[in-house]
């Protein structure tokens, strides 16, 4: 089944405590991007990558790294995560960058909490 | 730049109602536009997509959206709202110059279908 997977879903972690979100898909997808989702914000993209080796800034991109090593992984990196990171977060590809009509595929979600 | 306003952040129906969700855009240049569906506990999923080949675009489950450039506008309707339809509705603006896939969330309308 074609998807895209993320780890953990939930996630309860304290402030400074790095910690990574891994995200994965099975598409042969070029395009990937991270947002998170808060109440009354939409969907704020993070970062983003056009192929391997390739990332670049979205929106809110202060608190967290990303690395492309292999097509098929995009990890979300925090560093130091502090409360205002505290979200639940998407992971997202497709097939077509730089094609503005392309459809996204989401991941179910990574709830992170932290005190 | 490009910006989405999605007016009312919750929408309550009765079933067998029209459901409207209304979406404004704002683009420098011309727009692909998006309306994704998230249900409960799941990742975003594409509704339809408009790409400038038909205004009145028909997505799945009996929703369509019309695209009026005059009133920039994209807003999403159904003739008949059903129980399963109870979820929170995405408007997404793209463009059709842009590389990088930079595709802009409004912020959310949730939809109660009431029975």
């Known amino acids: 089944e074609a998807q895209v997977t993320q780890n953990p879903r939930y996630l309860i972690t304290v402030t400074g405590k790095k910690l990574t979100v891994t995200c994965s898909q099975n598409?042969?997808?070029?395009?990937m991007s991270w947002y998170r989702q808060d109440p009354g914000l939409g969907l704020r993209q993070i970062y983003y990558?056009?192929?391997?080796?390739?990332?670049d800034k979205g929106d809110v991109p202060e608190g967290y790294k990303v690395s492309r090593k292999e097509k098929r992984n995009f990890p979300l990196i925090l560093e130091s995560p502090s409360p205002n990171q505290t979200s639940l977060y998407f992971c997202?590809?497709?097939?077509?960058?730089?094609?503005?009509?392309?459809?996204?595929?989401f991941g179910a979600g990574s709830r992170l909490t932290v005190l | 730049a490009q910006s989405v306003t999605q007016l009312g952040s919750h929408v309550s129906v009765s079933e067998g109602a029209l459901v409207l969700l209304r979406c404004n855009y704002s683009?420098?240049?011309?727009?692909?536009l998006f309306w994704y569906v998230q249900y409960p506990n799941q990742g975003l999923q594409l509704l339809l997509k408009?790409?400038?080949?038909?205004?009145l675009v028909k997505g799945i489950n009996g929703f369509e959206a019309e695209f009026k450039k005059s009133e920039t506008s994209f807003h999403l309707t159904k003739p008949s709202a059903h129980m399963s339809d109870a979820a929170e509705y995405f408007c997404a603006v793209s463009d059709q110059e842009t590389s990088g896939s930079r595709l802009t969330f409004g912020e959310g309308t949730q939809l109660t279908v009431n029975p």
């Open positions: 997202a590809s497709s097939s077509t960058p730089g094609a503005g009509a392309n459809v996204l595929t």
């Open positions: 598409m042969n997808h070029e395009y």
């Open positions: 683009s420098s240049v011309p727009p692909y």
């Open positions: 408009y790409t400038s080949a038909a205004t």
């Open positions: 990558s056009m192929n391997v080796e390739v990332t």
